[in-house]
Nanobody, 118 residues
Framework: VQLQASGGGLVQAGGSLRLSCTTT????????MAWYRQAPGRQRELVAT???????DYADSLKGRFTISRENAKNTVWLQMNGLTPEDTAVYYC?????????????WGQGTQVTVSS
């Protein structure tokens, strides 16, 4: 199983980035997907989730700036981030979760660095 995150980089405040996470080895359409982030010295926090039926949810502080989406045919989930601020600087991780026969199956990607300069 692999979750390959990409699209991070250095951007100026106010800019945008689009993160991608492409998966292999899982039945992607059966998984809920999420993006988390972890800033230096802080705990990992949930950014956004998208269910297998494309129902979405966001951290309250990020609603309106970030958009999560998925395309099952491409085994890919995206995170569009607009209006970035230095507080968005973090390593962003994709996460896959499903339950099957009362068992939890979850996987993490390797993370992609997002740095927002002021």
């Amino acid at each position: 199983v692999q979750l390959q995150a990409s699209g991070g980089g250095l951007v100026q405040a106010g800019g945008s980035l689009r993160l991608s996470c492409t998966t292999t080895g899982i039945a992607f359409s059966s998984f809920s997907m999420a993006w988390y982030r972890q800033a230096p010295g802080r705990q990992r926090e949930l950014v956004a989730t998208i269910g297998s039926r494309s129902n979405t949810d966001y951290a309250d502080s990020l609603k309106g700036r970030f958009t999560i989406s998925r395309e099952n045919a491409k085994n890919t989930v995206w995170l569009q981030m607009n209006g970035l601020t230095p507080e968005d600087t973090a390593v962003y991780y994709c996460y896959a979760l499903t339950f099957y026969q009362n068992r939890r199956f979850d996987f993490w990607g390797q993370g992609t660095q997002v740095t927002v300069s002021s």
